[in-house]
């Protein structure tokens, strides 16, 4: 599956954006979906959880409180609310179906979207 994730930009501290993430061909209905970041230079870091339902969500305690996952009412985008950002949110963020396994780590996904690029400064 091609996901595309898209919605980033630059924003001041204490701004907020929504992220989006899209499947082409097909609807993200029926699979969890995580957000990951990344820096130049560091680790791929997880975000946010959502499962397939809906039911079940997840967020890293750096953002717990500031950032939410959601579904579409559709079920074909996932959405990721930062709110309050901070410079430390800046980074690549990327979109990614999750095939099995812990959903915090890289290797639980196994289709990873293009990242968007999130810039929070003043």
């Known amino acids: 599956v091609q996901l595309q994730a898209y919605g980033g930009g630059l924003v001041q501290p204490g701004g907020s954006l929504r992220l989006s993430c899209a499947a082409s061909?097909?609807?993200?209905?029926?699979?969890?979906l995580g957000w990951f970041r990344q820096v130049p230079g560091m680790e791929r870091e997880f975000v946010a959880f959502?499962?397939?339902?809906?039911?079940?969500?997840y967020h890293a305690p750096s953002v717990r409180g500031r950032f939410s996952i959601s579904r579409g009412n559709a079920k074909n985008t996932v959405y990721l609310q930062m709110n309050n950002l901070k410079s430390e949110d800046t980074a690549v963020y990327y979109c990614?179906?999750?095939?099995?396994?812990?959903?915090?780590?890289?290797?639980?996904?196994?289709?990873w979207g293009q990242g968007t690029l999130v810039t929070v400064s003043s």
């Open positions: 990614a179906q999750y095939d099995s396994g812990t959903y915090d780590r890289v290797q639980s996904y196994d289709s």
């Open positions: 061909g097909r609807t993200l209905s029926g699979y969890g």
């Open positions: 959502i499962n397939f339902s809906g039911a079940n969500r």
